[in-house]
């Protein structure tokens, strides 16, 4: 409640507290000194509104002016109405008021709760409870759980830290260079106060803005794992501490460094500058790491913040999303996301499910159809009840999937890190020998040549490029591959699915729909389809067989009518019987219709066209002579022809494992032109099958959808659940297909061997910076063309190297899947 208000007929403060006449208008509650004021109002609010709503108000979201006259989006928040620019920032505000209202206390509160796990982006082996730095790279540990991590936190830090040393940085190049260039040649008196403005300009740059470097790279030294930062920290270290001695003891020097004045040259442009450059190179690469995970970010802001809440009353209510529950009644209005998962209640509508499948077509919900939560709603109207909340939904395990991926280390890195565990030592050791040769056999002044080009060598060989080599293409793989319903587990799944020479299939679920449906109605003499349809449908409306669903749907679609069944009696694993309409009714096997005395030639010959297409048979009998026969099919996935047809023009050898009959699964094959077939295979067959094959060196992929596939799924190099199976065959798999559909698989096996060319070009890239820098830094090129590398411009090729192979590893976005 405001502290104090103001009538708005008479302009007097009013009291809420002690008010004692207040009315409700337009959502607000509105004081007054006395009755008649009050009355007055009520008559005619709007003459008062106008004079007492201000002229203009803020967004407390976004900061814009909005004019509360005409503002379209309001909400009420400790008594008070706010005015919103958008209905997306009146979302973000009902969520988090608080973070709105009071931006230092938001600010106050830590990212991340006590607890949270932190891990390395580039050695996802290192973790530790809270913040810090990886004591093997030295770059900022970041929250294990995605969610938790800050849009740009870390990234604003630095960009402020690099303007500010840019600010230092190029006044202190002005200064050191211009005599230099022979622009300018101050006398003896000036140049040594210029020499003192580049210790002022350059002991800020290299004592705070660096101080973050020598402490990661001490670091490393401790735990016995040098990188980029301890080769930095060195580097600039000499080069300053050099500067300090040849200005401040100048006859420390042989009398060859001296000039006329006894000064000697000093490089703290040189120390300040390469902070500055490095800074600068962590602002870009840390803008570039930001955009590998763009899709991940969007797929976090696919969950609405605010969900309708309906109560007992029907009425609604926003709630925050972490607020929702399991059994909550949600109303879903046009043109918004879904905010958990669920199942349609009340109402229908066209959801768009193009962040699952990256297919833009909606697809219709009605009474009793699953939703998912962030997908987007169409014109439609409906009430959907809550079955998953929190991290359960789809979309939260798909955001943890593909955070897990772009952790992970693929097999690749082993290569890049048995460089690393001897590449700073060796450099080292090269910058010492660069130093000793320069100092021994170069040109006057040779201790200068040697210090400057010894930090040169430290500088420019810096391995950060080859470190991100491959986790930069992993993350952003991971990302593309969830753009469209690819979910990889592990780095390493993506570079063993690019190598893959097998894949194994599932039948029902992977290759069929897993829904059997009624393909064929044949009528014995005597008897019209319909009517045996009917009969059939009459059974089957009070049975639980696994086709009783085919054969109502059947007749349904026929606008057949189920008939009232008596003395119903189901028999295990032979099929059903009853009186319907006055007959004795039996649908089943063989078996139970040779039970009942008709002979199995008589059944083989009206059922044999429907053997030949290896039909499912259902037997129709009445009053003991055979009226008909029912032949149900598991039909195709849409687009499994096409998409088996890619896999096999890609060199993949197709192979089915099913567990149904021998007729079934060659039928199956032969349509989709499946290269070995194996029926009649057990949980266990499927397993042994795969092994077997990988003994022999083949490399195999198995995708499945059941319980029954899970054993298989995890003996293969790469397993693949598709996304409507089973919960365990997704554990068992190292990729998830979230649409269940065999397009997938062609989209993963482009996006992973695009991945692996992508990081042999990294890599590529990363050894040949350094095999060409670290010999021009050590001076290699200087007898032959009298030039030398600038520790600055070591610095800068320093940190556009890291650039490149983040720029490189972007291109993957563009990858068509």
């Not at 991340?112 to 730095?133: D, F, K, N, R, W």
Request: proline share 6%; with cysteine; hydrophobic share 50%.
């Amino acid at each position: 409640m405001p502290a104090s208000a103001k009538d708005p007929v008479c302009g007097m403060s009013v009291d809420p507290a002690t008010a004692k006449h207040s009315a409700e208008h337009a959502g607000q509650t509105w004081y007054f000194c006395n009755p008649r004021c009050r009355e007055r109002f009520l008559a005619e609010p709007a003459r008062y509104l106008a004079s007492a709503m201000p002229a203009s108000a803020k967004d407390p979201v976004c900061g814009m002016s909005v004019d509360p006259a005409t503002a379209k989006h309001s909400a009420e928040h400790a008594g008070q109405t706010w005015y919103f620019c958008n209905p997306r920032c009146r979302e973000r505000f009902l969520a988090e008021p608080a973070r709105y209202l009071d931006p230092g206390a938001a600010a106050a509160v830590p990212a991340a709760p006590p607890g949270t796990l932190y891990t390395c982006p580039m050695h996802p082996e290192i973790e530790q409870v809270g913040p810090g730095s990886c004591p093997k790279c030295g770059m900022a540990l970041e929250p294990k759980d995605f969610a938790l991590a800050e849009d740009d936190g870390e990234l604003r830090a630095v960009r402020r830290k690099a303007l500010l040393a840019a600010v230092l940085a190029l006044p202190l190049l002005l200064v050191a260079m211009l005599p230099h260039l022979g622009l300018w040649h101050p006398a003896p008196a000036l140049a040594h106060a210029l020499r003192a403005s580049e210790l002022l300009l350059a002991a800020p740059l290299v004592l705070w803005a660096g101080l973050d470097y020598y402490r990661r790279g001490w670091l490393g030294l401790v735990h016995r794992s040098p990188n980029m930062y301890t080769l930095i920290g060195t580097g600039v270290i000499v080069a300053f501490t050099y500067s300090l001695v040849a200005m401040f003891a100048p006859g420390w020097f042989p009398p060859a460094m001296r000039d006329a004045h006894g000064t000697v040259g000093v490089y703290f442009e040189a120390a300040g500058v390469i902070i500055a450059l490095a800074l600068l190179g962590e602002w870009l690469e840390l803008r570039a790491r930001g955009k590998t995970s763009a899709a991940l970010r969007g797929l976090l802001d696919l969950a609405p913040p605010l969900a309708h809440r309906v109560d007992a009353h029907g009425a609604d209510a926003d709630v925050a999303l972490d607020q929702v529950g399991i059994g909550d009644l949600l109303r879903v209005r046009p043109g918004e996301r879904v905010p958990v998962d669920g199942r349609v209640v009340e109402g229908s509508s066209s959801i768009d499910e193009s962040m699952l499948s990256g297919e833009p077509i909606p697809v219709e919900k009605q009474a009793g159809d699953r939703l998912v939560g962030g997908t987007l709603n169409g014109r439609g109207s409906f009430v959907m009840r809550a079955d998953r909340v929190g991290r359960d939904t789809v979309l939260a395990r798909i955001v943890e999937l593909v955070a897990s991926a772009q952790r992970s280390k693929a097999p690749l890195q082993r290569l890049a890190d048995r460089v690393s565990a001897w590449f700073v030592p060796a450099v080292v050791a090269v910058a010492v020998a660069t130093f000793l040769i320069w100092w021994r056999f170069g040109p006057e002044p040779r201790l200068a040549y040697a210090v400057v080009n010894a930090v040169a060598v430290l500088i420019i060989a810096c391995p950060c490029a080859l470190g991100l080599a491959t986790p930069i293409s992993i993350m952003v793989a991971s990302g593309r591959g969830a753009e469209h319903g690819v979910l990889f587990r592990e780095a390493a799944a993506i570079e063993r699915l690019a190598q893959v020479d097998t894949l194994v299939l599932d039948k029902t679920g992977t290759l069929t729909e897993g829904r059997p449906q009624l393909a064929e109605v044949i009528a014995a003499s005597g008897h019209d389809e319909a009517q045996v349809l009917g009969w059939a449908a009459s059974l089957e409306a009070v049975s639980e067989h696994p086709l009783a669903h085919a054969v109502l749907a059947a007749a349904a679609a026929r606008d057949i009518v189920a008939q009232p069944v008596l003395d119903f009696v189901a028999e295990v694993g032979r099929g059903v019987r009853g009186t319907v309409g006055g007959h004795a009714i039996a649908l089943g096997n063989a078996a139970l219709l040779r039970e009942l005395g008709i002979a199995q030639t008589t059944l083989d010959a009206l059922a044999a066209p429907l053997r030949e297409q290896a039909r499912s048979l259902m037997f129709v009998a009445v009053d003991g002579a055979l009226a008909g026969v029912l032949g149900a099919h598991d039909p195709l996935k849409t687009g499994a022809r096409e998409a088996l047809a890619a896999l096999r023009a890609d060199g993949l050898r197709l192979v089915m494992l099913s567990g149904d009959n021998a007729a079934s699964a060659e039928a199956v094959g032969r349509a989709l032109g499946i290269d070995e077939v194996q029926a009649g295979q057990s949980p266990a067959d499927k397993a042994a099958w795969v092994q077997a094959a990988r003994a022999r060196g083949r490399r195999v992929a198995m995708a499945g959808d059941g319980i029954n596939d899970a054993p298989a799924l995890a003996a293969a190099d790469v397993g693949i659940a598709m996304g409507n199976g089973t919960d365990v065959a997704m554990e068992s798999a190292q990729v998830t297909l979230v649409k269940g559909e065999l397009g997938g698989i062609v989209r993963a096996r482009a996006l992973a061997g695009a991945t692996v060319r992508n990081i042999h070009q990294n890599l590529a890239f990363a050894f040949l910076y350094n095999s060409l820098g670290v010999p021009l830094a050590a001076g290699l090129a200087w007898p032959f063309t009298g030039w030398l590398l600038s520790p600055m411009v070591a610095a800068l090729a320093m940190s556009l190297s890291s650039v490149s192979v983040i720029s490189n590893a972007l291109r993957l976005r563009r990858v068509a899947v």
